[in-house]
């Protein structure tokens, strides 16, 4: 009798451990977010861009703007974003200098997940932290950039930099944000952007990584040359 009670304790132990792990495996299935997909070559209304020009850092009353164009997915992006933007934010945003515009440029022929990060960073903007998951897209590129659950490390990094996960998700669900993603790609195209980065200042672009010291010369000498704003 004792060893059929302890082949039935063992028994009924190992049922337990089958059903917690169904359990847990049910949980995920319903909580993971769904596949996402962002809709490329979308028809761009006016209701879809009326009153956005892109994602803006610096004064309004900044003597110069800078428009990067630029790619989430894009390595040469992630090096200027972490190594050269911190020095530029300080030295020529902050000091009222500069007023920063950075548009999408997904390059989807060889980062496939690129205009993913940006409407990412688009359901961020609702809810006030843009710069926030920004930062953090950059930062862990290496993390989400080819794996196949891009859209749930993203989802992650959503609730890391403190945004409501269920709204996040449900923003990402509907691909809102879409047709203002092709209107900045098109915006792009049509000034002559090929790859990324790429900077329009003044009325010249500059493609590739600019290194803080460079940009800080350049954005001296415009400004030395330009006229002296009306008092």
């Not at 004064?59 to 200027?80: G, H, K, N, T």
């Not at 934010?89 to 999408?104: E, K, N, P």
């Not at 080819?146 to 269920?166: C, P, T």
């Not at 709204?167 to 002559?192: F, P, T």
């Amino acid at each position: 009798m004792a060893a059929s009670s302890g082949q039935s304790n063992r028994f009924f132990l190992l049922l337990g451990t089958v059903a917690l792990a169904g359990i847990a495996a049910l949980v995920y299935l319903v909580s993971r977010p769904k596949g996402v997909s962002i809709p490329v070559d979308v028809t761009v209304l006016a209701a879809d861009t009326a009153g956005f020009r892109g994602y803006l850092l610096g004064s309004d009353s900044a003597r110069l703007e800078i428009s990067e164009y630029a790619d989430f997915q894009c390595p040469a992006c992630q090096d200027f974003e972490t190594v050269q933007f911190p020095a530029v934010r300080d030295q020529l945003i902050r000091s009222g200098q500069v007023r920063w515009r950075y548009r999408d440029f997904p390059l989807d022929e060889i980062h496939p997940q690129a205009r993913l990060a940006s409407h990412a960073a688009a359901c961020a903007e609702e809810q006030g932290r843009y710069w926030e998951l920004h930062e953090a897209l950059y930062q862990r590129q290496v993390q989400w950039s080819f794996k196949g659950n891009a859209a749930s490390l993203m989802s992650q990094l959503a609730g890391e930099v403190g945004l409501d996960r269920g709204r996040y998700d449900d923003c990402m669900q509907s691909g809102k944000y879409a047709a203002r993603i092709q209107a900045s790609k098109a915006e792009g195209s049509k000034l002559g952007v090929n790859s990324t980065p790429t900077f329009l200042i003044g009325d010249r672009l500059y493609p590739g990584v600019m290194s803080s010291d460079s940009l800080r010369r350049l954005v001296e000498s415009l400004l030395t040359a330009a006229p002296a704003p009306p008092r």
